[in-house]
């Protein structure tokens, strides 16, 4: 699977967007951008994935670069509730026996 | 729909017991189930791969005779934390992955088991 990179740590305003950026730059053409997020003490929670279109769902939407070599989720008005480790996983689509491999993440924290 | 449950939620037992952690899918089947391991401040480490019906495929550097992992139906993984000691203490989640669901999502996590060793 791909390496991907993530800041450690972002802080963000509630009400404010968040932007969480990506870089997977050596992504291939069957790998999918998938998000995850970790709420303190619980198990991880599916955000929303794509492959080279933008999507957007009830949660968030993801932008994804031309040349796919980097992503963004956007939580387009943060909450409290948002305050979470947020995953970036590159990996090939979601009918393979493959595990998610997690890295380090990015922790975000929305302020009051 | 597609939910997993983890039981039990937290456990606390003496050094040298052996606790059994249990992975259910409880509205789908679920051929595979990954059982990963998280300590604190630190990502998730993937320990094992397990299929319905046969062996699991641990990581490397994961002891198969120390974390025993049974998958014998299609709703249930078991994973158990053989003479546990204090250094096992973590945070234990499992994940499925739904087939024929409908699902897009890669895998469907539970809510973990807080593992405390005294």
């Known amino acids: 699977d791909a390496k991907t990179t993530q800041p450690p740590s972002m802080d963000c305003a509630e009400g404010r967007a968040a932007n969480l950026p990506c870089n997977h730059s050596?992504?291939?053409?069957?790998?999918?951008v998938y998000w995850y997020r970790q709420i303190h003490s619980q198990g991880p929670q599916y955000i929303i994935h794509?492959?080279?279109n933008n999507e957007t769902n009830e949660m968030a939407s993801l932008i994804i670069t031309e040349d796919r070599k980097s992503s963004t989720l956007i939580l387009p008005h943060a909450t409290l509730r948002d305050t979470a480790v947020y995953y970036c996983?590159?990996?090939?689509?979601?009918?393979?026996?493959?595990?998610?491999?997690f890295g380090k993440g990015t922790s975000l924290l929305v302020t009051p | 729909g597609a939910v997993v449950s983890q039981h039990p939620s937290w456990v606390i037992c003496k050094s040298g017991t052996s606790v059994k952690i249990e992975c259910r899918s409880l509205?789908?089947?679920?051929?595979?189930m990954f059982w990963y391991r998280q300590f604190p401040k630190q990502s998730l480490m993937l320990m094992a791969t397990?299929?319905?019906?046969?062996?699991?495929?641990?990581e490397q550097g994961v002891e198969k005779d120390k974390f025993l992992i049974n998958h014998a139906s299609l709703t249930l993984s078991t994973l158990t934390v053989t003479s546990a000691h204090p250094e096992d203490s973590s945070f234990y989640i499992c994940?499925?992955?739904?087939?024929?669901?409908?699902?897009?999502?890669?895998?469907?996590f539970g809510d973990g088991t807080r593992l405390s060793i005294l």
């Open positions: 994940s499925a992955r739904a087939v024929g669901q409908g699902s897009n999502q890669p895998q469907h």
């Open positions: 050596t992504i291939s053409g069957n790998e999918y």
């Open positions: 794509g492959l080279k």
């Open positions: 996983i590159v990996r090939v689509g979601p009918n393979s026996g493959y595990a998610l491999n």
């Open positions: 509205d789908f089947q679920a051929t595979t």
């Open positions: 397990s299929n319905e019906g046969s062996k699991a495929t641990y």
